[in-house]
């Protein structure tokens, strides 16, 4: 939030912007949720949208940094890593679940 509250606003940036605070703060209120799901398949579920509203992010970011200047685009660029990072984190939760579902069976 303190990165797209820093930038300068136009009439491009705008909803760029609008649109990655909405990816970016999805990521953590779903993950909340995942850890208060109902069940495996739920929690499951949930991470998933994680990870998409992870990839989403970086999406954005990568559209942003055309707009930014130098210094702003290596702050859009570790936000693009630190997202990254998640969606791989994310990844590896679901695999986890689902190569436990495939033993179960």
Request: proline residues 1%; aromatic residues 8%.
């Amino acid at each position: 939030m303190g990165f797209c509250k820093s930038l300068e606003q136009s009439e491009i940036t705008r909803p760029i912007v609008n649109q990655l605070i909405r990816s970016g703060t999805s990521i953590g209120a779903n993950y909340c949720e995942a850890n208060n799901a109902s069940s495996k398949k739920d929690f499951r579920n949930k991470i998933f949208i994680c990870k998409k509203e992870a990839q989403e992010t970086k999406y954005w970011l990568r559209i942003l940094s055309d707009c930014l200047n130098k210094n702003r685009k290596e702050k859009a660029r570790e936000l693009w890593k630190e997202c990254q990072e998640l969606t791989m984190i994310f990844q590896k939760i679901v695999n986890t679940i689902d190569k436990k579902a495939i033993k179960i069976a």
